[in-house]
């Protein structure tokens, strides 16, 4: 108390001059119409310019957020579009036994959003890490894909980060894929170069198409769900031996600009990756024999 008191006797003709400043701007606005409207005026400019500024900074922000969503959006409407298209066809009395059971696959299916935090894209083995792992329900073995299509497959976990290895590494999974109407498949692969084209090999000689046609993910692979997108058609060639051709394709998706992704996770993949290991097991000991 004794030192607020000295505070004020010593500021005393300070704090006097502010009370009757106040009292005079008070006096002066409400009794002098035009001043008053000025005031008010530039009063409401400044508010709403620091609600402008309080805005873009809150949209900054959120910015995260509504990458995610977008990403989860168009990653769902990709499996809505498969989905009408063989519920087309079965009303059409054209839907398979294998496509019935890929919907039936696909209900064992959940998403894990994640952050990509570290991105190689000019080597020949590119690595990708994320920032989920094991304590967020990532195992080894799980397919990765974002809003516009595949990404790769998860190699290594910790309890809070994942490396993927991408589509764009040689030591990638040979990935099913399938050209979207009409069913011919092959496998995905990545030599290197350019990051926008990948080829998919060994389609039957027999198979129909044309440039620009969709190749996406057909299901046969324990790892991703079928109908997701892989790229377009951008020509056709020959394989080594003549019989099959080689489609060069331009990938969906923009691996240089990824940040948002989606890690596919089966509730049954556990179970799988243990009946594969057996059956690799059991074959190296037949071999020994």
């Known amino acids: 108390m004794r030192n607020l008191l000295e505070f004020l006797q010593r500021h005393y003709n300070w704090l006097l001059f502010i009370v009757l400043e106040i009292i005079s701007l008070v006096l002066l606005l409400q009794y002098n119409s035009y001043q008053g409207s000025v005031w008010f005026t530039s009063a409401n400019a400044v508010v709403g310019r620091i609600y402008t500024w309080s805005s873009a900074a809150e949209s900054f922000f959120s910015l995260k957020q509504v990458n995610e969503g977008l990403t989860l959006r168009n990653y769902y409407l990709e499996r809505q579009v498969t989905q009408l298209r063989r519920l087309h066809a079965e009303a ?16 064992q299916y959940q998403l894990i959003p994640a952050k990509v935090v570290s991105n190689e ?30 990404v790769g497959v998860t190699y290594l976990t910790s309890s809070h980060y994942s490396v ?115 059956a690799k097991d059991s074959l190296k000991l037949n071999v020994k024999e």
Request: with cysteine; proline share 2%.
């Open 121 to 150: 894209l000019d080597r020949q083995d590119n690595l990708i890490t994320i920032d989920r792992g094991s304590a967020d329900g990532v195992e080894i073995g799980m397919g990765v894909v974002c809003g516009k299509g595949i």
């Open 92 to 107: 059409t009395d054209t839907v398979s036994r294998q496509e019935q059971k890929e919907l039936d696959i696909l209900s």
């Open 164 to 278: 993927v290895i991408p589509i764009l590494n040689s030591h990638s999974s040979r990935i099913s894929c399938a050209i979207r109407g009409y069913g011919y498949f092959g496998v995905l692969r990545w030599y290197g170069g350019d990051i926008r084209y990948a080829y998919v090999e060994d389609i039957p000689r027999h198979a129909r198409f044309k440039r620009g046609d969709w190749v996406e993910t057909n299901g046969y692979s324990s790892i991703f769900p079928a109908g997701v997108l892989v790229g377009r058609i951008e020509q056709a060639s020959n394989s080594r031996d003549g019989l099959s051709y080689r489609l060069k394709i331009r990938l969906s998706t923009d691996f240089g600009n990824l940040r948002d992704v989606l890690v596919i996770s089966d509730k049954s993949i556990a179970e799988r990756m243990r009946l594969m290991q057996a």
